[in-house]
């Protein structure tokens, strides 16, 4: 059997897509390896399909390979596995930083040779050219492989042209069509045929050493998603041409480099500068390029959605708001905004803001169907959506998701009435968190809670560093749901004027004053019971006892208490007190940290930094 599954594998096979490109179309039309490890990778953007890193070895050598996503099936039916031997249909071969990389767009697990060991001692590909001279293996397109379509079993196809892709009559320029994943900056000569599925507004910056203006779109095709920036005179020479749903070809020189990815929710590692020589060029046959990508959440099942996930939607439009501004707190800057009622056949309805120009130019009337993709789920009045600048919006699009929620909203949807996600309607900031997370010199740089009309919410990770010990209690009536401050009579009873009862003793409740601290500066926070037992680990009947019969134990309480980190629920609101206005911070809840998902929070934050 090991020798079977030996017999089958192509070795030198990997040398040659490296190092001997005349060799492998002549030799190993469709290499054949042994998977030797298969390795999961996070998605690094939520929503976003995982990704699979795979050790491929031909007995003679190994090396490191992606999964494009596209072929993700693979593993998820559980075909491939660590040990199981592969067929090669399609892949693309990267040198990035002096590693070598193959990005595997197809492959076929040969199931009969089931899993082994690993055969031989392979080694790793060494260089046999400089580096600037390693080319891709010119195989993307081999085969009839690539945009979706079904490769066939059929080597020699390996050797036929390469343009009959619905390419123009000008095919000598799109002789190597890269797939979008494919491109790397260590990529030669390339040329992606890729459809805009977003393009944005021009945006402009004015710095005290600089001005400019950009603009973005985003271009997919079957193997992914790349975002491209045209800044000042490419802003110029492209805004017009890039026309949201249509096809092109773009060719280099134009630069690739590492994605910033504070700036996009694409998952691709890198992205695209348009420069002054990139060539554009509209494609008309664009068939078989992929419309925009849908992965639809219903209506109903939201709930189920965590707060932040980005998600695809498409429900019946039942009902078009106004217009409106608001200024944002953090830029300053105003921004058109409108709210949109969704509903579906999941009998719920859900609001969904949308931005700027796609506010201000919306035009579907109620009933039509919408689709968007990238929206962000809040969790503002249970739940709501709000339309990333990334996304993209499509008013009855020709897809049959379309079809079958108008069938449904016709026959028998205009008549049903619709369960909201929302139990506090109304307040107008669909898809808006309701306590963001801030930093101490935020709270302070955005002036929450000085409004006077509305109290401001936010959470804020920060660390105990004192707590007033002078009072942190009250003596509080003993009826249930009363909690009113009650009096001493001296002579041994508690008076509670409003239940007019004298308790025998009284409930102590805390009312804490709290100094915390974080990496931007210090808080005073008030706190109630709720979250005084939590800070102190008893309750303020026990810390009473202590004070009267053991300051020394007191002492230790509060010691213990310092020093503990949580994340605080605030209430910021202004009050006025003998002609003074003061903000007060009121802890509404606090939760411990949870340390787990605290590190995978900043592990994805230092992600965004793109250190190496
Ligand atoms: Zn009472």
């Known amino acids: 059997m090991a020798d079977a599954a030996r017999s089958q594998i192509t070795q030198g096979a990997l040398n040659a897509i490296f190092n001997d490109p005349d060799r492998l179309q002549r030799d190993f039309p469709v290499p054949v390896c042994q998977c030797v490890q298969v390795k999961t990778l996070a998605s690094t953007t939520e929503g976003q399909p995982e990704r699979y890193r795979l050790v491929l070895s031909d007995v003679s050598n190994f090396v490191q390979s992606m999964l494009a996503t596209q072929a993700n099936h693979v593993v998820h039916d559980g075909k491939l596995k660590k040990g199981c031997f592969v067929r090669l249909k399609s892949y693309q071969a990267n040198a990035v930083k002096g590693k070598k990389i193959l990005i595997i767009l197809d492959i076929e697990v040969i199931e009969s040779l089931g899993e082994m060991e690993k055969i031989g001692e392979p080694v790793a590909l060494t260089d046999k050219e400089i580096e600037e001279d390693v080319k891709p293996a010119n195989t993307t397109i081999a085969g009839d492989g690539f945009y979706g379509n079904k490769v066939h079993q059929q080597p020699a196809a390996q050797d036929r042209p390469l343009p009959s892709r619905g390419a123009p009559t000008s095919s000598s320029s799109h002789a190597t069509i890269y797939p979008i994943e494919g491109l790397s900056p260590y990529a030669h000569k390339w040329t992606i045929k890729a459809r805009v599925s977003h393009k944005s507004d021009i945006r402009t910056w004015h710095k005290p050493n600089s001005e400019g203006k950009l603009f973005s779109v985003n271009l997919l095709d079957e193997s992914g998603e790349i975002k491209a920036t045209g800044f000042n005179e490419q802003c110029d020479q492209f805004y017009e041409l890039f026309q949201e749903g249509s096809v092109y070809y773009i060719s280099n020189p134009c630069r690739v480099q590492l994605a910033k990815k504070q700036f996009s929710n694409l998952p691709n590692d890198y992205e695209l500068t348009f420069e002054r020589d990139t060539v554009v060029e509209k494609c008309e046959d664009a068939t078989e390029v992929p419309q925009v990508r849908y992965n639809f959440t219903n209506i109903g099942a939201l709930q189920e959605i965590e707060k932040d996930s980005t998600i695809d939607i498409i429900g019946v439009l039942k009902d078009v708001a106004e217009v409106t501004q608001i200024v944002s707190k953090t830029t300053q800057k105003p921004f058109d905004k409108r709210e949109l ?272």
């Open 341 to 612: 009622t969704l509903v579906d056949d999941s009998g719920y309805s859900v609001r969904l803001t949308i931005w700027g120009k796609t506010a201000t130019a919306f035009d579907a009337s109620p009933e039509a169907i919408v689709a968007f993709k990238g929206t962000k789920v809040g969790d503002f009045g249970g739940r709501s959506l709000s339309l990333l600048s990334s996304g993209s919006m499509a008013i009855d699009p020709d897809i049959p998701e379309a079809h079958k929620l108008k069938g449904w909203y016709d026959s028998q949807g205009r008549m049903d009435s619709f369960a909201s996600h929302s139990n506090m309607a109304g307040a107008g900031a669909a898809g808006g968190q309701k306590d963001p997370l801030k930093t101490v010199a935020q709270v302070k740089e955005e002036q929450l809670g000085m409004s006077l009309e509305n109290p401001d919410y936010f959470s804020t990770k920060s660390t105990i560093v004192h707590i007033k010990q002078e009072t942190f209690s009250y003596p509080a009536c003993l009826s249930e749901g009363c909690n009113k401050k009650v009096t001493d009579m001296g002579d041994g009873t508690w008076r509670c004027e409003k239940c007019d009862i004298n308790h025998p003793r009284p409930e102590h409740r805390y009312i804490m004053q709290l100094n915390v601290n974080d990496h931007t500066g210090q808080l005073w926070l008030s706190c109630f019971d709720d979250v005084g037992r939590l800070v102190m680990g008893m309750t303020a009947d026990q810390l009473m006892e202590l004070k009267e019969n053991d300051t020394a134990a007191m002492e230790t309480a509060f010691e213990e208490a310092n020093c503990k980190t949580f994340t605080f629920k605030i209430r910021a609101k202004t009050d006025s007190f003998q002609d003074q206005q003061r903000v007060r911070y009121q802890v509404i809840g606090a939760n411990p940290i949870n340390f787990t998902v605290e590190a995978h929070k900043l592990a994805d934050l230092i992600k965004l930094y793109n250190i190496d």
